[in-house]
């Protein structure tokens, strides 16, 4: 399987990140449809819309997150 580069490191980040949590933000919000068994309809809808406008946040921030987070701890 080939590698991404080091350097887009923070993206692959972005990617995985932003959809494990929209994810699951998505399957919570979708526990009122499985009565209607709606539940994996609006889970994919509701995770395809937040993962599309959370994504571009998601990898915008990381590295200023990762900036102000080396300023606050130690390094060796």
């Given amino acids: 399987m080939p590698k991404i580069p080091l350097r ?3 993206f692959a980040y ?6 494990l949590t929209c994810s699951i933000a998505a399957a ?3 526990i009122p449809f499985a009565d209607e068994g709606q539940f994996f309809q609006h ?3 509701s995770w395809s819309v937040s993962w599309l406008t959370m994504l ?3 990898v915008s921030a990381t590295p200023i997150i ?3 987070v080396d ?6």
């Fill in 56 to 58: 571009p946040v998601v």
């Fill in 71 to 76: 300023r606050m701890t130690n390094h060796p």
């Fill in 8 to 10: 887009y490191s923070y």
């Fill in 28 to 30: 919570i919000a979708s």
């Fill in 43 to 45: 889970w994919l809808r």
């Fill in 14 to 19: 972005g990617v995985i990140q932003a959809g």
């Fill in 66 to 68: 990762r900036r102000l």
